[in-house]
């Protein structure tokens, strides 16, 4: 419907917003105090130190703090994380404007001067309107996961949280291997590719373990797909080389570069020669060990 915020009318939905930031406001400034009260009953010190009237202690900062929440009705873990967002934000660099909880989610920002800076400024909004702080632009400034992930990497990091079971995992991966434009996304991934191609080999390893009795044929068409995956994984390896190379070379024309640098890529060509020999001698001669030269040389320890 036009003009309609859930249930209620765009202006009734804004004079709720006014209202929700005076709740806010109120809301925020008890647990200012609150806090305050915390700091005042047990100033912040570092561990095993004494008060600052230098008198014996009678109770531990733990053992304080707990009881003061006991007596207000709070859980001590309110009062304690109240109390350390006081002690975050002197009285005059407070916002409020700005809520408690976003105080407390910016309080993580290490160095004073960078956190009293950041809360005077806020990010753009994404609605547009005025910049203001969200709990999610908060997170994002001290590195925190957001609660709705918008750039890709926020919703790579939350895919990869929901599937953190392996089984999980491999029904997502399996759901979207099944579309064809991310099929051919992953498979240009060597290292995704590679896993996939050793994924199928094993599958088909186990498989002829169970069969004994065909297990003749099945071993020759493991045998080759063996070599098939090796093949295409030699085949990966130098049009990488040469797509990069390609892409690379074209444009050096004119860059300098000083005695050090040169040495250093003349050494990786180096490696890189030796490697693709080796490469050669392998598929040429069946030739696959390696001497010492060229252990130390592929090692970046010879020359």
Known sequence: ??????????QRYDELVRLGR???????????QLGDAGLEIEPMRSYGGTNPS?????????EAIRMFAEDVGLAYS???????VASRWPKERRRADVS????????SIPDEQERFEAVDNPPASPRGGPARWTHDSAKRIVGWKVDTPESVQEKVDAIHDLAADDQVAARVATDFLRRPAV????????????????AQFDQ?????????????????????????????????VCTQFTVTAGRIVPNLRGEPYDDAERETILRGLARVRASADWIENAVTRGEVDLDEQLQKLLKGSGE
């Open 1 to 10: 419907m036009t003009g309609m915020v859930g249930s209620v009318t765009r």
């Open 22 to 32: 005076d709740w806010v406001e109120a809301m925020s400034s008890v647990q200012w």
């Open 54 to 62: 230098g008198s014996e202690e009678l109770f531990t900062v733990s």
């Open 78 to 84: 309110t009062v304690r994380d109240y109390r350390w």
């Open 100 to 107: 408690h909880t976003l105080h407390k989610i910016l309080a």
């Open 183 to 198: 099929a051919s996304k992953a498979m240009a991934d060597g290292t995704a590719r590679h896993a996939v191609n050793e």
């Open 204 to 236: 088909f390893r186990q498989q002829v373990q169970y069969g004994q009795e065909e297990a003749a044929p099945q071993l020759d068409q493991l045998r080759r797909m063996e070599h098939n995956t090796q093949f295409m994984d030699l085949v990966a």
